[in-house]
């Protein structure tokens, strides 16, 4: 398909150990952005891409939390020893460069995670 | 206080009801306003996008942004029970920013 594609959609790991969730964007959308949508707290902002320029991790909340984007396409969120409170799902969303205009926001399926 | 509160419901009306939504906000810098709609276990898929101030209409569904209460609304008329999902506003300032997202309203409408 052409929409933004998520892996897995479902993840169920023990506490304390890592995780590696996967963003396939559409083609040639330049910005990525990874978000997490818990029970009752809404879509909450993790790290943006935007081309070759450095990600905003300022929605990340721990050190225990990365992500990478090689070659301007795929990006990888890694949760490193997991805890249970970092049970959600995990949208990936990819849009063109917001520019001077608004460029919509395109959503992948999610990747719900649940933390023993 | 967060910066986008949203009533998550949830909202029952009957099949041809005319629905509203609502989202308040704190923060004047927002310029882009976005309804998005999810099903469960899907994704949320863009419904509605509105540059500051007024209004759109697309089809059954309207936009509205009063920018001076900071306050914007999704109208859906002739309600279905295909529009029974979860309602997100969202929105963001000039620039490559990411979205920030209300917690969303739960709607059922009943045939």
């Known amino acids: 398909g052409a929409g933004v594609s998520q892996s897995p959609s479902n993840k169920v790991t023990e506490k304390g150990k890592d995780v590696e969730l996967r963003c396939d964007p559409i083609?040639?959308?330049?910005?990525l952005y990874w978000y997490r949508q818990s029970l009752g707290q809404g879509l909450e902002f993790l790290i943006y891409?935007?081309?070759?320029?450095?990600?905003?991790k300022s929605g990340l909340p721990s050190d225990r939390f990365s992500a990478e984007r090689t070659g301007g396409s795929v990006s990888t969120l890694t949760i490193q020893r997991t805890q249970q409170e970092d049970s959600a799902v995990y949208l990936c969303?990819?849009?063109?460069?917001?520019?001077?205009?608004?460029?919509?926001?395109?959503f992948g399926d999610g990747t719900r995670l649940s933390i023993l | 206080q967060k910066e986008v509160e949203q009533d998550p419901g949830p909202l029952s009306v009957p099949e041809g009801a005319i629905v509203s939504l609502n989202c308040t906000y704190s923060?004047?810098?927002?310029?882009?306003f976005m309804w998005y709609r999810q099903y469960s276990r899907k994704g949320p898929e863009l419904l509605m996008y509105?540059?500051?101030?007024g209004n759109k209409e697309d089809g059954r569904f309207t936009a509205q942004v009063d920018k001076s209460s900071k306050y914007i609304s999704l109208f859906i008329r002739d309600s279905q029970p295909s529009d029974s999902a979860t309602y997100l506003c969202?929105?963001?300032?000039?620039?490559?920013?990411?979205?920030?997202f209300g917690k969303g309203t739960r709607l059922s409408v009943i045939a």
């Open positions: 969303a990819s849009s063109l460069p917001q520019g001077r205009g608004n460029q919509p926001q395109h």
């Open positions: 083609s040639g959308h330049t910005a």
């Open positions: 891409f935007q081309g070759n320029s450095a990600p905003d």
């Open positions: 923060n004047s810098a927002f310029q882009y």
């Open positions: 509105t540059y500051s101030s």
């Open positions: 969202a929105m963001r300032v000039v620039g490559n920013t990411p979205l920030v």
